[in-house]
Nanobody
Framework: QAQLVESGGGLVQAGDSLRLSCAAS????????MGWFRQAPGKEREFVAN????????YYARSMKGRFTISGDTAKRTVFLQVNSLKPEDTAVYYC???????????WGQGTQVTVSS
């Protein structure tokens, strides 16, 4: 069974840091790239960052550079998202996704809520 399980979300205060985790299992363990997206209330889902398991290379959305850091454990197919200096506008459901190299995101996690209070 293909599964992506996110964890690490919660209610934090502005200025805090948070680290989200996403563990792949089943079919998703064969993913070549994993990434993070987020969806704020009333807005479309937006890309945050991704990491390649082949060479560890990372890619960020331009607006996410600086406070967001993606990393991963290749052997465990677990991806992390470190977010520093959180702002209320970072409040969103954060989703993990994985691709098997098909040119699209093949699997999605259920999402983890991050709420930043001012």
């Amino acid at each position: 069974q293909a599964q992506l399980v996110e964890s690490g979300g919660g209610l934090v205060q502005a200025g805090d840091s948070l680290r989200l985790s996403c563990a792949a299992s089943g079919r998703t363990f064969s993913s070549v790239v994993m990434g993070w997206f987020r969806q704020a209330p009333g807005k479309e889902r937006e890309f945050v960052a991704n990491i390649s398991w082949k060479d560890g290379s990372t890619y960020y959305a331009r607006s996410m550079k600086g406070r967001f850091t993606i990393s991963g454990d290749t052997a465990k197919r677990t991806v992390f998202l470190q977010v520093n200096s959180l702002k209320p506008e970072d409040t969103a459901v954060y989703y993990c996704a994985a691709t098997l190299g098909t040119g699209k995101w093949d699997y999605w996690g259920q999402g983890t809520q991050v709420t930043v209070s001012s």
